[in-house]
């Protein structure tokens, strides 16, 4: 079965700096889908960045940027310049085609000013 | 375009009562699919619904039911309430399931907070 693991249960940063979250997951399939969820303290997660497996560049969302080590089956979530609003719990996922998204633990980051 | 809507938000009830939760999708969203957050075991897979009927389902037991209706709102029912069913429920939809577009895009729900005594 697959597993995803953050390591990190709590990261902090401050403003302005860059701040990576670790995710790690096993699988034997080739092709699958990655994410990465933040969930405010409201608690509607929403989706920051998604990488196709299959792609071998990694994706980049304005200030969020992924690092997709596919043979290391490492995918790490790098957050340029952080802002306060950048405050959450972040979820990496993994998805394949035919199954649910399988989430981690989570990380909780907090930014301090 | 209004997001995920879930009801109630926050509930409290006993042990060996029954409860049911509600979800709206997002407009033209067919794909309704719903998970379990507690700090000790993060989110876990409920099920998922499209079209009204189940897709996948994940491994809980029995007590934990749900449905889809035509307008694809969503329901989930746990029956003989025990405490660690306390969580927060969590909805999300997707214009297809998961699976046909492979995106694996949710959009998800504030939550409802379930308490249980």
């Known amino acids: 079965a697959q597993t995803v693991t953050q390591s990190q249960p709590e990261m902090s940063v401050q403003e302005a700096e860059t701040v990576t979250l670790s995710c790690t997951y096993d699988?034997?399939?080739?092709?699958?889908?990655l994410f990465w969820y933040k969930q405010p303290p409201s608690r509607q997660m929403i989706l920051v960045i998604r990488?196709?497996?299959?792609?071998?560049q990694n994706a980049t969302e304005n200030r969020f940027s992924v690092n997709f080590q596919k043979a290391a089956k490492s995918f790490s979530l790098k957050i340029s310049d952080s802002q306060l609003g950048d405050a959450a719990m972040y979820f990496c996922a993994y998805s394949q085609a035919g199954t649910a998204l399988i989430f981690g633990k989570g990380t909780t980051l907090s930014v301090s000013s | 375009k209004a997001g995920v809507t879930q009801t109630p938000r926050y509930l409290i009830k006993t042990r060996g009562q029954q409860v049911t939760l509600s979800c709206s999708p997002i407009?033209?969203?067919?794909?309704v699919s719903w998970y379990q957050q507690t700090p000790g075991q993060g989110l876990q897979f409920l099920f998922e619904y499209f079209s009204e009927t189940q897709r996948n389902k994940g491994n809980f037991p029995g007590r934990f039911s749900g449905r889809q209706f035509s307008n694809s709102r969503s329901e989930m029912n746990v029956s003989t309430l025990e405490l660690g069913d306390s969580a927060l429920y969590l909805c999300?939809?997707?214009?297809?399931?998961?699976?046909?577009?492979?995106?694996?895009?949710?959009?998800f729900g504030e939550g409802s907070r379930l308490t249980v005594l």
């Open positions: 407009s033209g969203h067919r794909s």
């Open positions: 699988t034997s399939e080739s092709d699958y889908y």
């Open positions: 990488q196709e497996a299959y792609k071998q």
């Open positions: 999300a939809s997707s214009l297809e399931p998961p699976r046909a577009l492979n995106t694996g895009e949710l959009f």
